[in-house]
T-cell receptor, first 112, second 116 residues
Framework: KAGVTQTPRYLIKTRGQQVTLSCSPISGHRSVSWYQQTPGQGLQFLFEYFSETQRNKGNFPGRFSGRQFSNSRSEMNVSTLELGDSALYLC???????????FGQGTRLTVV | DQQVKQNSPSLSVQEGRISILNCDYTNSMFDYFLWYKKYPAEGPTFLISISSIKDKNEDGRFTVFLNKSAKHLSLHIVPSQPGDSAVYFCAASVELSVGSQGNLIFGKGTKLSVKP
């Protein structure tokens, strides 16, 4: 059974640009959540999608958005990138919301 | 306002001894708790979970204890091995309705170093 796949693994962008990250969940999983990890801040919740609907959103500005497709694949978009957006972005999928979630390897975004 | 707190950023333990990682939470509505392990450059890996109806769950060398009155959970690893060296995150979620949990809220993590 394939795990959670995130693409790309690494990304370098300049300030002001936008970026789209992709996540393919484990087959059959309906919930996809996104997290931002920065040094000293742990895993900060961005948003969760379940059956193509955003069910929950963390405390991030509107520059951060996402969506989920009918096949449960999800994308997150960050517009007008800032230096502080440099982080590891992790996607996690689970069959049901809030239960055991399986993480991808993450996308390391560097904003210069 | 941090709902899940891991107050020790790091912990160093000798191989073969017990590692005890602690986690406190503030939201009394949390009813499902999980521990994850994370190596550098990898995503977190699920370790063990516990429901609020239990106070202990064991899986091999890993045991999680839940003290609901103190809003505290701990992860015990015994015996500790050098391969256990990683960052450990605790997480919690709330039951929104029957069969539906809210999103996972994570602590900031504790870096465990197990020395040979």
């Amino acid at each position: 059974k394939a795990g959670v796949t995130q693409t790309p693994r690494y990304l370098i962008k300049t300030r002001g640009q936008q970026v789209t990250l992709s996540c393919s969940p484990i087959s059959g999983h309906r919930s996809v959540s996104w997290y931002q990890q920065t040094p000293g801040q742990g895993l900060q919740f961005l948003f969760e999608y379940f059956s193509e609907t955003q069910r929950n959103k963390g405390n991030f500005p509107g520059r951060f958005s996402g969506r989920q497709f009918s096949n449960s694949r999800s994308e997150m978009n960050v517009s007008t990138l800032e230096l502080g957006d440099s982080a590891l972005y992790l996607c996690a999928s689970s069959y049901n919301r809030g239960t055991e979630a399986f993480f991808g390897q993450g996308t390391r975004l560097t904003v210069v | 306002d941090q709902q899940v707190k891991q107050n020790s950023p790091s912990l160093s333990v000798q191989e073969g001894r017990i590692s005890i990682l602690n986690c406190d939470y503030t939201n009394s509505m949390f009813d499902y708790f999980l521990w994850y392990k994370k190596y550098p450059a990898e995503g977190p890996t699920f370790l063990i979970s516990i429901s609020s109806i239990k106070d202990k769950n064991e899986d091999g060398r890993f045991t999680v204890f839940l003290n609901k009155s103190a809003k505290h959970l701990s992860l015990h690893i015994v015996p500790s091995q050098p391969g256990d060296s990683a960052v450990y995150f605790c997480a919690a979620s709330v039951e929104l309705s029957v069969g539906s949990q809210g999103n996972l809220i994570f602590g900031k993590g504790t870096k465990l170093s197990v020395k040979p």
